[in-house]
């Protein structure tokens, strides 16, 4: 059984710094595309950065120059470091990750979530 663990997320202050950390765990053959994706209260959620596994990044013109994404050595691992953080980052913030299994295709997993609050 595949499970995504999330962790990292807390209360800062405005223009504060915050590092979230996804590991993947279970049986898997292989991690393509690795996210994260966050949801506000009241609003949809919405993709926050993405790596692919050749290191390739995308990130949302929100957070451009102030949030980073990486992937760990292992490959299962994926970093969202976030820097200059505003109100409106505060949401639920989601890891998502591509994984093959030993014998099935690729299919988006999803963690629990880790709550990031930016007071003002």
């Known amino acids: 059984q595949v499970q995504l663990m999330e962790s990292g997320g807390d209360l800062v202050q405005t223009g504060g710094s915050l590092r979230l950390s996804c590991v993947v765990s279970?049986?898997?053959?292989?991690?393509?595309?690795m996210g994260w994706y966050r949801q506000a209260p009241g609003k949809q959620r919405e993709l926050v950065a993405v790596?692919?596994?050749?290191?390739?990044?995308n990130y949302a013109d929100s957070v451009k120059g102030r949030f980073t994404i990486s992937r760990g050595n292992a490959k299962n691992t994926v970093f969202l470091q976030m820097n200059s953080l505003k109100p409106e980052d505060t949401a639920v913030y989601y890891c998502?990750?591509?994984?093959?299994?030993?014998?099935?295709?690729?299919?988006?997993?999803w963690g629990q979530g880790t709550q990031v609050t930016v007071s003002s």
């Open positions: 998502n990750a591509a994984i093959v299994g030993p014998l099935t295709s690729e299919f988006a997993y």
């Open positions: 790596i692919t596994s050749r290191g390739s990044t």
């Open positions: 279970g049986r898997i053959f292989s991690i393509n595309a």
